[in-house]
């Protein structure tokens, strides 16, 4: 009864295709993430979205497109993948209120290999 | 632009020692910092935060100290145990906003 679960876990492919990575979370949360950990282990925000409405788009190339069909889903999309887009990358989800820190709940991460 | 900093790639410290891991940032907005561990092969999961209005916030084992003047947060984890061997995120967060450090693996030798 996974809180937060990310499909798929490993993904291998060619460059120039066209992948999606799906996440979704069972904890009732209003916020979502994508975050993304590159070689040198760092976890960069890509986008956040809070009841569906995008509220934080980092610099990150137009070929990656977040979809929120609804609250407990936040897709993520790549077209055209290129070398450097090998990383995991990490969804997550919060909720943000007056008696929590809004810390976020991670899925499992899925390992994007681009060759 | 690394908002949040952890110079210190590793550490090994001996089972039922002090095991100090630090943090340093740059943005004065932040209002909550964590720490996160983090598994192999697992996504991170929270461990402890502190606000920003506070100056030490303990839980068991773990400690966090933060000092604003200095833009400087540690982890103290004591006795450390074994179990306690992970990668761990310092985090900074300000609006939904979450910013992490490059993590710190932490190796406690029985």
């Known amino acids: 009864d996974t809180a937060v679960s990310q499909t798929p876990k490993y993904l291998v492919t060619q460059m120039g295709n066209d992948k999606s990575i799906k996440c979704e979370q069972n904890?009732?949360?209003?916020?979502m993430y994508w975050y993304k950990q590159d070689s040198k282990k760092f976890l960069k925000i890509m986008f956040s979205y809070n009841n569906k409405e995008l509220i934080i788009n980092e610099t990150v190339p137009n070929r990656f497109s977040p979809k929120s069909p609804d609250k407990a889903h936040l897709n993520l999309h790549i077209n055209s993948l290129e070398l450097g887009d090998s990383a995991v990358y990490f969804c997550?989800?919060?909720?943000?209120?007056?008696?929590?820190?809004?810390?976020?709940?991670f899925g499992e991460g899925s390992r994007l290999t681009v060759l | 632009d690394q908002q949040v900093k952890q110079n210190s790639p590793s550490l090994s410290v001996q089972e039922g020692r002090i095991s100090i891991l630090n943090c340093d940032y740059t943005n004065s907005m932040f209002d909550y910092f964590l720490w996160y561990k983090k598994y192999p092969a697992e996504g991170p999961t929270f461990l402890i935060s502190?606000?920003?209005?506070?100056d030490k916030n303990e839980d068991g084992r773990f400690t966090v100290f933060l000092n604003k003047s200095a833009k400087h947060l540690s982890l103290h984890i004591v006795p450390s145990q074994p179990g306690d061997s992970a990668v761990y995120f310092c985090a900074a967060s300000v609006h939904n906003d979450m910013r992490f450090g490059a993590g710190t693996r932490l190796t406690v030798k029985p």
């Open positions: 997550a989800s919060s909720h943000v209120g007056q008696e929590n820190t809004g810390e976020l709940f």
């Open positions: 904890l009732g949360h209003d916020t």
């Open positions: 502190i606000s920003s209005i506070k």
